[in-house]
């Protein structure tokens, strides 16, 4: 690339790096299928490409194209336009086949000492980072490029992980409208080696490209298992606590032998264990989720939807799957004190009490918006307002200090 591009022109070139997410195309097609986008997409970045750009392919599934833009708005609306036209004409071929890539852009103005290799380094991570954000194409920044490099560390180490024990279960309480802890949600929690304590956010979406997030889903699910046996013999037995599955853990074949499985090593009554659906779990395969739902439910475990009110789902899912909770999202929550949003949270309410489900609010830290989601008609509320999210130790301390403080005022 140094000798195609002299000097003077630095300033106004970018490197684009077309990539796709090779482990998700390796769940969705065969090997047929993954040539087939292969080929089609260089077809089309060989006609788009012009007069003055630069394509290569640089590896299976991914290209490198040089250009000149004269500015950065002038390169972001240029692989915005690249994308979506490589969208449609995938398309053509196979509906499922658009969405396979997303581009990553380096600046060379902004990287001046860049090399060949480095620019379309960095120009990957940018790739990487609009697969992240679902978005047609990012640019390449100094901290994007730390955390790709940090993701790439822990892709390395994940595999086994929760084999080696490395995840935690940490609780966060949840009360009644009493103000009465009630039960709680396991959060799992990463010890990873060389990076430290890792909150979800930066493993769950590894997890799930990876196809290993089915793995620790049951590994919380056995963890709240032991905690349920436990909570029933120190005579905690009411207290109920609550897992999350997520969208692969629906969709597997055998994951209700699993979970009977892991159950049934366990002493506790069965309606204590909750299971959280995660929006994206049941809006995506409504036959996996519902078939997945009544064999949880012919166990004698509870299902609550998660997030309800925002992204995928709709209020028509209360009415599509046999549940018993719902978890009202953040967003809304967050926003109750206002006119328009209190009255959104409160019809969301009043419908879900009419068909006999329970309703929690997520998110409430400040004691205006607790009184905001009480005076909605909320069943259950958590957030930091009463609790944090807290290590095994902690949580127990928790429990013990409200012992105390009952004894005290019976």
Not at 127 to 140: D, G, I, L, N, V
Not at 204 to 217: F, N, Q, S
Not at 347 to 367: A, F, Q, T, Y
Request: with cysteine; net charge negative.
């Amino acid at each position: 690339m140094e000798t195609l591009i002299p000097a003077p022109l630095r300033s106004i070139v970018y490197v684009f790096c077309i990539g796709c997410d090779m482990p998700s195309l390796e769940r969705r097609f065969g090997e047929a299928e993954r040539g087939e986008i292969f080929s089609r997409a260089a077809e089309y970045l060989r006609l788009d490409c012009g007069r003055e750009e630069y394509l290569a392919c640089v590896g299976r599934g991914m290209f490198a194209l040089v250009c000149q833009c004269g500015s950065r708005e002038a390169a972001q609306q240029r692989a915005e336009g690249l994308i979506r036209g490589l969208d449609g004409y995938l398309a053509g071929f196979r509906a499922e086949y658009a969405g396979a890539f997303r581009a990553g852009i380096c600046s060379l103005s902004e990287n001046p000492d860049c090399g060949a290799k480095a620019a379309l380094y960095n120009a990957r991570q940018g790739c990487a980072h609009a697969f992240r954000t679902e978005t047609p194409c990012a640019f390449s920044t100094r901290g994007m490029i730390d955390e790709s490099e940090q993701l790439e560390r822990l892709r390395g180490s994940m595999s086994k992980a929760v084999e080696k024990g490395e995840f935690e279960p940490y609780l966060q309480f949840v009360v009644d409208r009493a103000g009465t802890v009630v039960g709680a949600e396991a959060i799992s929690r990463w010890q990873n080696p060389e990076e430290g304590l890792l909150k979800p956010s930066k493993y769950i979406d590894l997890m799930i490209r990876a196809g290993t997030i089915t793995e620790l889903d049951l590994y919380m699910l056995r963890c709240a298992c032991v905690q349920l046996q436990t909570w029933k013999r120190e005579g905690r037995g009411t207290l109920w606590l609550s897992c999350n599955f997520t969208r692969q853990s629906i969709a597997d074949e055998k994951i209700l032998a699993r979970v009977h499985e892991i159950i049934e090593q366990y002493d506790f009554t069965r309606d204590r264990l909750v299971v959280e659906l995660t929006e994206d779990s049941y809006a995506h395969d409504r036959e996996a989720a519902l078939r997945t739902i009544e064999g949880l439910h012919a166990m004698g475990l509870r299902i609550v939807l998660d997030d309800i009110g925002a992204g995928y789902s709709s209020l028509s899912d209360l009415s599509t799957y046999p549940i018993d909770g719902v978890k009202i999202d953040r967003s809304i929550v967050i926003e109750s004190a206002l006119p328009r949003a209190r009255a959104l949270l409160e019809g969301m309410i009043r419908l879900s009490h009419d068909m006999g489900i329970r309703v929690l609010c997520e998110g409430v830290e400040d004691k205006a918006t607790c009184d905001a989601v009480l005076a909605a008609g909320c069943d259950f509320i958590q957030g930091f307002y009463f609790s944090r999210v807290l290590p095994g130790r902690e949580a127990e301390s928790f429990l013990r200090s409200l012992a105390a403080r009952d004894r005290e005022e019976g």
